[in-house]
């Protein structure tokens, strides 16, 4: 699933993917929007705190908030291995808008959130 989650969120507009002390992280323009931790496997990626509780409801054991004032701020854990497709890229798609400025962020309805 790491290879989704890398192919899909440096598909999006002016995505990087740059080391984040022993993490991987995928930016738009310097701010992350989600990192990857190779040790845990788990993602976390910056979300609403709309879109937080909107991905906590589908399962909680695999997304839910950071336990501490970061998860506060919208970051939000996932184990995206035992996770859909098309959640990760709803996910992606959604952490990438929150830090996005606002002539790169996609429409709802993004035709890249259906690729594969």
């Known amino acids: ?3 989704i989650l890398r192919t899909f969120s440096l ?3 002016e995505t990087s993917e740059e080391p ?3 993490k991987t ?3 738009v323009r310097k701010k992350i929007f989600v990192t990857y931790d190779f040790d845990t496997r788990f993602a976390c990626f910056k979300l609403s ?3 937080q509780d909107l991905f906590s409801l589908f399962d909680s054991s695999l997304v839910f908030p950071v336990p501490n004032k970061w ?3 919208g970051w939000t854990l996932a184990k995206i291995e035992a996770l859909d497709q098309g959640v990760i890229q709803d996910i992606i798609c959604a952490a ?3 830090v996005a400025p606002e002539k790169l962020k996609l429409p709802p309805s993004s035709p890249n ?3 594969t």
């Open 25 to 27: 992280s995928f930016r």
């Open 1 to 3: 699933m790491l290879d």
């Open 11 to 13: 598909s999006l507009p």
């Open 20 to 22: 984040h002390f022993e």
């Open 113 to 115: 959130s259906s690729e």
């Open 49 to 51: 705190e709309k879109d």
């Open 71 to 73: 998860g506060k701020q």
């Open 96 to 98: 990438y808008n929150q």
